[in-house]
């Protein structure tokens, strides 16, 4: 299933299984990760940037690979991506009875 | 009789300025800089972009809220040096020792998250030839002086200071890859959160922490060592 053809919650749930299996020591798995989640998660880069304590920049060269932090940096990264995905497949799992 | 709260240390916290907070750090800049021909003026907008881009960090009284230290950590348009620079301690919270704990942690931060020599970038700071004040901040941080650059008229602010042949002149310090050992053992067996006469700062840099600040400094020299040493400047 491609991505456009995804609903909401099933674009959530697979940026999330990707997040819980990513190799953090893959530059490109890490990148995707994040590029991701800004859509994902419909975050701007600052909201994101903030998020993680670094400036926008950062967050941009991370993104477009002209940076990546050091790997202590890139699991609390993730870690927080996969609390924000985690909430709202809750949020949405609660409300989804909600006729 | 003392109470409780007489006796209780000044706490402060490390934070990094949100762009909610700029005007409120533009105040505080501008309070600063306005009195001290030292300082690179800053307009509102700048410290406005600075916040807005994440850039800044601020040390604040846990107390009181009050904004007492600020400084910033850019990367240069060319992509080829982050500059530590606007450092300032408000008079309130002198030898506290507030400067060496943003130079540092601004220092900490941008390894951490940029590793500025895997990218062929380098870590620096100006200083006005004449402003003895931050000198010993930055040579106590592992700073080296590289040399003098003399700031061309046409872009020198007039509220700065001029030697005796009319020309602003900027000290260039380099904090080379080979101090980071120095600054991960501070970090590691020193650093405790206590400051001078018993004051005490909190680091806020979720979600790594200083726990995620001290591993990647580890990293980092893991990294010089599979290098083969110090080629980074």
Same mark, same amino acid.
């Given at each position: $299933? !491609?991505t456009? @053809?995804?609903?909401r919650t099933?674009e959530?749930?697979?940026?999330?299984?990707r997040?819980r299996s990513?190799d953090? &020591?893959?530059?490109?798995?890490?990148?995707?990760?994040l590029?991701?989640?800004?859509?994902v998660?419909?975050?701007?880069?600052?909201?994101?940037? +903030?998020a993680l304590?670094?400036?926008r920049?950062t967050?941009?060269r991370?993104?477009?690979?002209?940076s990546?932090?050091?790997i202590?940096? &890139?699991t609390?990264?993730?870690?927080?991506?996969?609390g924000?995905?985690?909430? &709202?497949i809750?949020?949405r799992s609660?409300y989804s009875?909600?006729? | 009789m003392?109470?409780? $709260?007489d /006796?209780a240390?000044?706490?402060?916290?490390?934070?990094?300025?949100?762009?909610?907070?700029?005007?409120?750090?533009?105040?505080?800049?501008k !309070?600063?800089q306005?009195t001290?021909?030292?300082i690179?003026?800053?307009t509102?907008?700048d410290?406005?972009s600075?916040?807005a +881009?994440g850039a800044?960090?601020?040390?604040?009284r846990s107390?009181t809220g009050?904004?007492v230290g600020?400084?910033?950590a850019?990367?240069?348009?060319?992509e080829t040096?982050?500059?530590?620079?606007g450092l300032?301690?408000a008079?309130?919270?002198?030898?506290?020792?507030l400067?060496t704990?943003l130079?540092?942690?601004?220092v900490?931060?941008?390894?951490a998250?940029?590793r500025?020599w895997h990218?062929?970038?380098?870590?620096? /700071?100006?200083?006005?030839? /004449?402003?003895?004040?931050?000198r010993?901040v930055?040579a !106590?941080?592992?700073? @080296?002086?590289v040399?003098?650059e003399i700031?061309p008229e046409?872009?020198a602010?007039?509220?700065m200071?001029?030697?005796?042949d009319?020309?602003?002149?900027?000290d260039?310090f380099?904090?080379? &890859?080979?101090?980071v050992?120095?600054l991960?053992k501070?970090?590691d067996?020193?650093?405790d959160?206590t400051?001078?006469?018993?004051a005490?700062?909190?680091?806020?840099?979720p979600?790594?922490?200083?726990d995620g600040l001290r591993?990647a400094?580890h990293e980092?020299?893991?990294d $010089?060592a599979a290098?083969?040493g110090?080629r980074?400047t």
């Amino acid at each position: $299933m !491609t991505t456009a @053809t995804m609903s909401r919650t099933e674009e959530l749930q697979d940026l999330q299984d990707r997040a819980r299996s990513v190799d953090v &020591r893959n530059d490109s798995d890490f990148q995707n990760i994040l590029r991701d989640a800004r859509s994902v998660l419909e975050m701007s880069e600052s909201q994101i940037a +903030d998020a993680l304590s670094i400036s926008r920049p950062t967050f941009n060269r991370w993104i477009n690979g002209r940076s990546l932090p050091h790997i202590a940096m &890139r699991t609390p990264a993730i870690t927080w991506i996969l609390g924000q995905l985690n909430s &709202r497949i809750k949020h949405r799992s609660a409300y989804s009875h909600v006729a | 009789m003392m109470s409780a $709260m007489d /006796s209780a240390p000044i706490s402060f916290a490390f934070f990094q300025v949100r762009s909610t907070s700029a005007d409120w750090a533009f105040r505080f800049f501008k !309070t600063v800089q306005s009195t001290d021909a030292y300082i690179w003026p800053r307009t509102e907008k700048d410290i406005e972009s600075y916040a807005a +881009d994440g850039a800044l960090f601020g040390i604040r009284r846990s107390d009181t809220g009050e904004l007492v230290g600020l400084c910033y950590a850019v990367l240069n348009q060319e992509e080829t040096e982050f500059e530590i620079g606007g450092l300032i301690v408000a008079s309130t919270a002198q030898n506290l020792g507030l400067g060496t704990i943003l130079t540092r942690f601004a220092v900490a931060h941008v390894i951490a998250n940029e590793r500025p020599w895997h990218y062929k970038r380098e870590i620096i /700071s100006h200083i006005h030839e /004449s402003n003895n004040a931050p000198r010993n901040v930055f040579a !106590t941080s592992w700073f @080296t002086f590289v040399g003098k650059e003399i700031v061309p008229e046409e872009h020198a602010p007039a509220s700065m200071k001029r030697n005796a042949d009319g020309q602003l002149v900027g000290d260039k310090f380099l904090f080379p &890859r080979s101090s980071v050992p120095a600054l991960s053992k501070w970090l590691d067996e020193e650093f405790d959160g206590t400051l001078r006469n018993d004051a005490v700062i909190v680091i806020e840099l979720p979600p790594a922490g200083l726990d995620g600040l001290r591993s990647a400094l580890h990293e980092e020299i893991q990294d $010089m060592a599979a290098a083969g040493g110090n080629r980074g400047t």
